[in-house]
């Protein structure tokens, strides 16, 4: 069936902000979605609310909206372009709710628009529990044994059909509290007791537990014709009972037979039949009775998903792309197979090689949440590695997670913990389980505490084998095969460094075992993903590294440049690091010249074998990026893109000769040090806060002497202020030196002078050594103290004094140009006591380019990808600052709500896992849509609970009487409502939590709290601000913490009362910019 | 244990052996499936040839006693990056390594298989030597090109059964596991059969014997130079072709045979039968470069325009322009064009060129069998109509 022709116009609805379990890949998918359908002649409407995305590029849709993903704001975008159709399914859950609740509520057919991709009936049976379960019914296919009970007693009825062990699930509760695991019916009524008592509707979930049970998922596609193919199949390493997110998963299956497989096979094409996906991806999970093979079905998304971006990345096949293009109609046999060309995208998918996913979680950001992995996702970030054995790609995979100096299990561990430890899945399990198999442990001991397959369990055996082989030796006893077995079995250099010792006995260096290797030939070369084993020739250098006969790699004799990569998503380092590398490949596209990605992230854009000229999906570790320098011999690499994972590596690859383009790594060095950063300053008379470093106890209270409390404190070369805090006094200060760092003379403690109150201004700046262009100044919206990630932030500034703008506008300039920058610049400033100081620079790509790029509609990243190959800013017609017409505001999404028992408050520690980006014509306006886009819900009317500290409470008053005459009713704590009473203003009382019933808490669970303003009181957060902090997130209530997020809030509720929503596409606000 | 593979070009790897420790000649072929190790050893049509496996790790479900799709491994050597040192799985009954050795087969592992599958893509299936007992690769590469070549190579009457059988799922309770059946075709299984079938044995595989009888078959298998007389002395509803080794042209023997039943049974032909049929019509075959092995490949039935992924094994294939005016081809691959079904337009006679049976592979095809049953049961009804 050739492609629709009575379609024209479609609208692509993205998924948003980064969160836990919806990341890049969606960027990933929508983005081939995006290409695909207007390389097909469609006209594209994109709607998405992040603007560190490269979907939301202006070149890739014909109009590109980014405002919030609501109903109401897609709504107005449908009515305002009057697409033909929308496709629901390449942008997560997010897109395909929306969908749904636009076909319920009758927009869809209003309008006339039509789903394609998956029909409404389609999402509904996959999506619905209850029919989900009662469609695998009637095709006969297995699920978990389970019923709903709303008492004790029906819960008696209930067991002995479902069986134990039992897992309990009581309705609507946060993250699942109240619920559990029963393997006896005496724990059975008391989790069922205490499950139905935590639910709201006091009804729970029964469900039999397949915990254990070996887990698999099948990515399948299906076309308008009928013809359903499988991608790929995905064995997951931990068993039943972790998230998939949160699992390390491999590819192909390993431990299934073909008569198995098929099986699994057969039911997948059924159930994608039944549920009546019509067209695109969907995928399905499976769990496996290891013991009798007995299989039943866990659930299917009727949309790409994660594992579908996986899936793509793991065999070379475009998932997405092609889903998008089987929406409009082509069949599977119409679409080429890109990387073979001769062969169609009707085939599955053969690989030659063993893929490892391996999560990478956050836990040290939420130190009181519990560390435990479960059904809920808590990963922020994978790393996907391919290699020939299952040994070599987890080895990778290990490395590319970038655990500095690799993960080390306590030294006192008893036997009784690591059991515990190998039990209760954590992000840590892995090592254990390591551990486990090194101290002696036998396999089938390992299987019975984990139940991790035993096949995977025997791989890691022989890791662990050849390690005891290896352990203590010289390195010059080792010979070229065993050196070369050992490369074999994915052993890095820093790995058999740490192993193996010199001549004398003592520890090596890296770089000694690469000298030693190289001495002895022992070499990678690169393979190809061709999604076809080799079968026919491929036309894509999609590369991997391995040890073997025969090198792949072709490399052209072209001017290239090779892109470091930004590894797997953490917080502080996500997507806008992504975007950075995305574009200097496009960027050097343009320039003719050939455009070399290296990273390990499956989820992304970079990672995408159109989007460079050529991809090496390997670990960026110093190791693997030499041997590709040394296969390419490049003309020149880009490190400042990628974040701090390229930076960590840019003096050693300096040391080693690597042409590094840009800004130099010595002055993203001196931007580091201490003091040498300071006598720049100094040289240049610019301010900084006081500051100073210390490597002890003693040299820390002494700086804090000087300097004078509080003060910021944090360990050197770090990204998204981990580790980072405001302390008040010695004792706190001591606490931190002793317990949250380990300082040495390598890695002194910052301590900076903490400017309280101060205003953070965040500068991006292209420079070209001779030139500066201020990209953009953004104000953030929360005060100094808050980490620049987190605090939402404002295009252009407003209220700050043109002195002040002009002292940094001076001062970027001098520092870039002092610095030597060649491509991007970030710089944070503060504004204490009407003086402006300079907090940080960073002469990189910062987080905030993405943001910048969209709001001016200048590609920052690009042009400082071309200054770096060495053209110059003049010839690319900019001003000295570039201007925004309008208020663009960037905020921050968080992910507390994974994180049972953390206080959602905002610190200088980094914790958001992505952002949002709100446009209007003025700040309320704009504020509004970034919450909206965030995801908060601010009220038109109704209870406003304030308390804020002593310091807030002038500003207290003036927030109250615009809330008031805005129509809303406050209540205060007795502090806060005084000052506000005796302004003459209506404020009520109530208790604080610990004070008396009804307390805030109470109020706000009964609903009669529809915002709450609540400033932290100083030093330590206390219980009851915490206790009224969790309520308000779990009854979604918006919690604002800091004053200056208050008033801005008040603005947008202004706005919200005053304003029709309206929505404009990104290219209409250019040409608009354009034409002034 | 060393072991090598030479080819006749002169090429060499060196690994490590497993298996037997012996030595094998053959025609070096590759399979891109990446599970079902167990079913490709053990299908007859693997006779005469050393198998690659394009997937690096094998072994790892280990082997049992189910999926065996024959008497007896068939292929001469198997070839692999990786040999599993465990074996996982609930089935399982022993490793890999321990059934090669069991019945004499060499296996070589630790080579670089991509690099093999790589040079076969682009020169074309050659004959090989894997030695585990190599003086010299001098000594190999002669061995090599001392095999006999697969064109002109009959095979089929070499792997054919020697006598006539009725077919009995003698493993009905080990294959057991209802599971594995779908549950329709189990249940029709239990019927009294009520068509009798006659399988002309090439190197037939046992699935699709069961695909016949779960679909209320009863099969008498014969040997490949069966007379049509015989044949027709069996009084079958059905005559079905199956798939085996080697070159088909050398058979003419049964392509007289073949001859003088189209028109006057159902006849259902795979494979090598596909071969046989299309040189029964008067067609011809040539052999393909490196041949089709592997679980994906993408089929085109141009009668409906579904595509269907298949098993498949060949290194021979019809060539379309050979065939006379009453045939049509019904099938393609759409990898690269060839043939992959034909139809005779006058008589209830078709075969296709993949494996409908799988074992291993998916399940797409399955439906050829019914087709066949309905042939079946057309003709009946037809003959009894014209009584």
Same mark, same amino acid.
């Given at each position: 069936m050739p492609k629709r022709t009575d379609i024209k116009k479609i609208l692509i609805v993205g998924s948003g902000p980064i969160v836990i379990g919806q990341a890049c890949e969606f960027d990933y998918s929508g983005t081939q979605a995006c290409k695909a359908l207007k390389s097909e002649g469609f006209e594209v409407i994109l709607i998405n609310s992040n603007p560190a995305t490269i979907m939301t590029d202006p070149e890739l849709a014909d109009r590109t909206y980014i405002e919030p993903l609501t109903p109401e704001a897609v709504r107005a975008c449908i009515e305002r372009e009057r697409p033909d159709a929308l496709l629901p399914t390449v942008g997560g859950q997010t897109a395909l709710n929306i969908a749904v609740t636009l076909a319920e509520n009758g927009t869809l057919e209003e309008f006339g628009v039509e789903l394609i991709g998956a029909k409404l009936d389609a999402i509904k049976v996959a999506e619905d529990r209850l029919l989900f379960k009662r469609a695998m019914e009637e095709i006969g296919i297995a699920m978990p044994r389970s019923g709903y009970v709303k008492s004790l007693q029906e819960a008696h009825d209930l067991i002995s059909f479902v069986g134990f062990p039992a897992i309990i699930r009581p309705s609507f509760t946060l993250g699942g509290t109240g619920g559990g695991i029963a393997y006896n019916s005496e724990e059975y009524d008391e989790i069922v007791t205490r499950a139905l008592q935590a639910s709201p509707l006091h009804e729970t979930l029964i469900e039999q537990s397949i915990i254990g049970w070996k887990e698999y998922e099948l990515e399948v596609m299906r076309d308008l014709a009928d013809n359903v193919v499988i991608i790929c199949s995905i064995e997951n390493? *931990? #068993?039943?009972?972790?998230h998939t997110g949160d699992s390390i998963t491999v =590819? #192909? =299956? &390993?431990? %299934?037979?073909d008569r198995e497989y098929q099986v699994m096979r057969d039911a997948a094409l059924q159930i994608i039949r039944r549920v009546g996906v019509e067209t695109g991806g969907s995928n399905i999970q499976f769990a496996l009775n @290891? =013991?009798?093979?007995a299989m039943i079905v866990i659930e299917m998304n009727p949309r790409v998903s994660r594992s579908s971006a996986l899936a793509s990345k793991a065999t070379g096949f475009p998932i997405a792309k092609i889903a998008a293009k089987l929406a409009v109609g082509y069949t599977l046999d119409e679409i080429p197979n890109d990387i073979t060309r001769k062969t169609p995208a009707s085939f599955e998918p053969t690989i030659d090689y063993c893929v490892v996913k391996i999560p990478k979680w956050a836990f040290e950001k939420f130190p009181s949440s519990d560390p435990t992995l479960g059904v809920q996702m808590k990963s922020v970030g994978e790393a996907m590695a391919i290699g020939r054995t299952f040994k070599e790609a987890f080895q990778k995979g290990l490395r590319s997670l970038e655990v500095r100096g690799g993960y080390r299990v306590p030294d006192n561990l008893d036997d009784s913990e690591l059991r515990r430890r190998l039990v209760v899945p954590s992000a840590e399990r892995i090592y254990f389980t390591l551990h486990a198999l090194t101290v002696g442990y036998s396999i089938a001991e390992v299987h019975e505490l984990t139940k991790i397959d035993l096949w995977f369990l025997d791989n890691l055996k022989e890791i662990i084998e050849r390690e005891h082989e290896l352990r203590g030796r010289a390195l010059e006893t080792i010979s070229h095969d065993e050196l070369y077995a050992a490369k074999q079995m994915g052993f890095s250099d820093l790995r058999l460094a740490a192993l193996l010792t010199n001549s004398q006995g003592a520890a090596l260096a890296e770089t000694e075992v690469r000298k030693r290797r190289i001495e002895l030939g022992v070499r990678p070369v690169f393979k190809r993903v061709d999604t076809c084993g080799a079968e026919f020739e491929s036309f894509t250098p999609y590369l991997y590294s391995t040890y073997e006969d025969e090198d792949e790699a072709a490399v052209t004799d072209r001017k290239k440049i090779i892109i470091l990569g930004s590894g797997p998503n953490r917080i502080g380092q996500g997507i806008e690091f992504d975007y950075c590398c995305c574009h200097a490949a496009f960027a050097l596209d343009e320039e003719g010249y050939e455009s070399i990605m290296v990273n390990c992230n499956p989820e992304t854009v970079s990672t995408d074998y159109d989007t460079s000229d050529r991809l090496y999906f390997e670990p960026v570790t110093f190791e693997d990026v030499m041997e590709i320098v040394e296969k390419e011999k490049p003309t020149g690499v880009i490190v400042q893109f990628g974040g701090q994972t390229p930076l960590n590596l840019a003096m050693k690859l300096l040391g080693a000769g690597v042409p590094i383009i840009g800004t130099s790594p010595t002055s993203i060095d001196l931007a580091e040090d201490r003091k040498l950063f300071g006598a720049l300053l100094n040289q240049l008379q610019i301010p900084q806060p006081p500051n100073g470093t210390a490597t002890s106890n003693e040299e820390a209270r002494n700086v804090a002497a000087e300097i004078g409390y509080p003060v910021l404190v944090r360990p050197s070369y770090v990204l998204g202020g981990r580790a980072m805090q405001i302390v008040y006094d010695d004792t706190s200060l001591d606490n931190y030196m002793t317990h949250a760092v380990a300082a040495s003379p390598e890695h002194p403690v910052l301590i900076d002078s903490f400017l309280e109150n101060a205003s953070e201004i965040d500068v991006d700046a292209l420079c070209d050594g001779e030139r500066v262009v201020i990209a953009g100044i953004q104000q953030h919206i929360e005060e100094a103290g808050i980490h620049s990630g987190d605090s939402s932030c404002v295009?252009? @500034?407003?209220?700050?004094k043109d002195e002040h703008l002009d002292a940094m506008r001076r001062y970027t300039r001098e520092m870039a140009m002092a610095l030597k920058v060649v491509g991007l610049v970030n710089i944070q400033f503060a504004i204490f006591n009407d003086k402006v100081y300079v907090l940080e620079v960073n002469p990189r790509a910062s987080r905030t380019v993405p943001f910048v790029s969209k709001a001016t509609g200048v590609p920052l990243a690009k042009i400082a990808a071309k200054l770096m190959i060495g053209r110059k800013l003049s010839e690319f017609n900019l001003p000295e600052e570039l201007q925004v017409e309008r208020f663009y505001i960037k905020t921050p999404v968080f992910p507390f709500v994974k994180f049972q028992g953390v206080d959602p408050i905002l610190g200088p520690e980094m914790r958001s896992t992505g952002e949002v980006m709100g446009v209007a014509e003025n700040f309320g306006g704009a504020y509004l849509k970034a919450q909206q886009g965030a995801g908060t819900r601010l009220p038109r009317e109704g209870g406003v609970f304030i308390s804020v500290n002593d310091q807030d409470k002038p500003f207290a008053v003036e927030l109250a009487r615009e809330l008031i005459e805005m129509g809303f009713r406050l209540v205060a704590t007795r502090g806060t409502q005084r000052i506000i009473e005796s302004a003459g203003l209506e404020c009520g009382f109530v208790y604080k939590v610990n004070e008396g019933r009804p307390n805030v808490s109470d109020m706000i669970k009964s609903k009669q709290i529809n915002l709450i303003i609540n400033t932290p009181l100083g030093r330590v957060s206390f219980y009851d601000e915490r206790a009224i902090r969790r309520a308000a997130m779990q009854y979604s209530v918006p919690c604002v913490t800091t004053m200056t997020g208050a008033t801005a809030t008040v603005a947008a509720i202004r706005a919200l009362r005053e304003e029709t929503l309206t929505v404009r596409s990104l290219q209409e606000y250019h040409a608009q910019a354009a034409a002034k | 244990m060393d072991a090598i593979l030479a080819l006749e070009d002169g090429r060499v790897w060196r690994g490590r052996g497993f298996g037997a420790a012996t030595e094998v000649v053959g025609e070096v072929v590759f399979n891109t499936s990446i599970t079902g190790y167990q079913e490709i050893l053990t299908d007859p049509s693997y006779c005469g040839q050393i198998v690659t496996m394009t997937y690096p790790l094998i072994g790892n479900y280990g082997v049992n006693g189910e999926d065996s799709e024959s008497r007896k491994i068939f292929a001469e050597g198997l070839v692999v990056r990786e040999l599993s040192r465990a074996v996982s799985n609930w089935r399982a009954a022993e490793s890999l390594d321990d059934y090669l050795r069991k019945q004499n087969i060499p296996g070589l592992s630790d080579i670089d298989t991509r690099s093999l599958v790589r040079h076969i893509r682009e020169r074309g299936s050659m004959r090989g030597c894997l030695s585990t007992s190599a003086v010299s690769e001098t000594e190999v590469v002669a061995k090599a090109r001392s095999a006999p070549t697969m064109l002109g190579l009959d095979l089929a009457t070499v792997v054919s059964c020697k006598a006539p059988y009725v077919w009995t799922d003698s493993q009905a309770s080990a294959y057991g596991a209802p599971r594995l059946i779908p549950a329709a075709a189990a249940a029709e299984a239990l019927l009294e059969p009520r068509f009798h079938v006659v399988a002309y044995d090439f190197g037939l595989k046992y699935n699709s014997l069961r695909s016949l009888a779960a679909l209320g078959c009863r099969v008498t298998v014969v040997p490949a130079l069966t007379s049509a007389a015989a044949v027709r002395a069996l009084k079958p509803d059905g005559i079905w072709l199956s798939n085996g080794p080697? *070159?088909?042209? !050398?058979l003419t023997g049964v392509i007289g045979n073949l001859k003088k039943l189209i028109g006057h049974y159902p006849i259902f032909g795979i494979c090598l039968g596909h071969q046989l049929m299309g040189l029964a019509v008067g067609g011809r075959t040539y052999k393909l470069p490196f041949g089709h092995h592997g679980g994906n490949q993408p089929v085109k039935d141009l009668t409906t325009g579904r595509v269907e992924i298949t098993a498949q094994n060949h290194g021979f294939a019809v060539d379309a *322009?050979? %065939? !006379? &005016?009453d045939c049509e081809v019904t099938h393609i691959n759409l990898n690269d064009n060839t043939v992959e079904g034909l139809r005779h337009k006058n008589y209830p006679v078709f075969s296709v060129q993949y494996h409908p049976e799988a074992a291993p592979g998916p399940h797409d095809a399955s439906y050829l069998f019914r087709r066949f049953l309905n042939m079946m049961e057309s003709e009946k009804s037809s003959a009894v109509g014209s009584l």
């Open positions: 390493f *931990d #068993p039943m009972g972790v =590819a #192909p =299956a &390993q431990t %299934l037979t @290891p =013991a009798n093979g295009l252009p @500034p407003y209220g700050i | 080697g *070159d088909p042209e !050398p *322009d050979s %065939l !006379p &005016q």
